[in-house]
Nanobody
Framework: QVRLVESGGGLVQAGGSLRLSCAAS????????MGWFRRAPGKEREFVAA????????NYADVVKGRFTISRDSARNTVYLQMNSLKPEDTAVYYC???????????????????WGQGTQVTVSS
């Protein structure tokens, strides 16, 4: 059974940093693109960042570019999202997702992702 489990969320002040992790089990995701999405209260789910299977393709939403960094450790079957200079508008539930055999696609479209985690809450206070 494929599982994606996010961790690392929490409460942080504006300007602070958090590092989210997404551990995958039940399948080795080395050939899969991985992504992070988020859903803020009262808003639609939105794309945050994605990374290709080899790690050499990265894609970021404009609102996080320069502040967030996505990376992966294929040996650990884990993907990370380093979030710096956090803003109150970054408050949301963050979801990890896997694009089955997505290769280097690093898609920003949620419909391209086949597996999803349960999410981890990130709250940024002003």
């Amino acid at each position: 059974q494929v599982r994606l489990v996010e961790s690392g969320g929490g409460l942080v002040q504006a300007g602070g940093s958090l590092r989210l992790s997404c551990a995958a089990s039940g399948r080795h995701f080395s050939s899969d693109a991985m992504g992070w999405f988020r859903r803020a209260p009262g808003k639609e789910r939105e794309f945050v960042a994605a990374i290709g299977g080899s790690g050499d393709t990265r894609n970021y939403a404009d609102v996080v570019k320069g502040r967030f960094t996505i990376s992966r450790d294929s040996a650990r079957n884990t993907v990370y999202l380093q979030m710096n200079s956090l803003k109150p508008e970054d408050t949301a539930v963050y979801y990890c997702a896997a694009d089955y055999y997505g290769g280097s696609r690093a898609s920003s479209l949620s419909r391209d992702y086949d597996y999803w985690g349960q999410g981890t809450q990130v709250t940024v206070s002003s």
